[in-house]
């Protein structure tokens, strides 16, 4: 019996601590892009990014190859609350 499917998915760093305030980071899901342009995307190797949210101060990030802040789902939670 041969198992091959760990092989496909990259291992996931230890979750990160916040930046802004130091809590651990709660890992939310993990997306696989290439990263670039569509018309690059064919050379480009393609990487897991790691989204994670603070549940201390709330604030969203994602990490590919640094860890990063992501206005986009910031904005989506920060709706979400109101
Ligand atoms: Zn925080």
């Known amino acids: ?38 018309t690059q995307a064919a050379s480009m190797p393609e990487l897991p990014i790691h989204f994670y949210d603070c549940p201390a101060c709330g604030t969203c990030w994602k990490f590919a190859t640094r860890l990063l802040p992501d206005p986009v789902r910031q904005t989506i939670r920060d709706a979400e609350q109101r």
């Open 1 to 38: 019996m041969t198992s091959v499917s760990s092989s496909d998915v990259p291992p996931r760093p230890d979750d990160p601590d916040c930046p802004d305030c130091g809590e651990t980071l709660v890992h939310v899901h993990t997306e696989i892009s290439s990263g670039a342009f569509r």
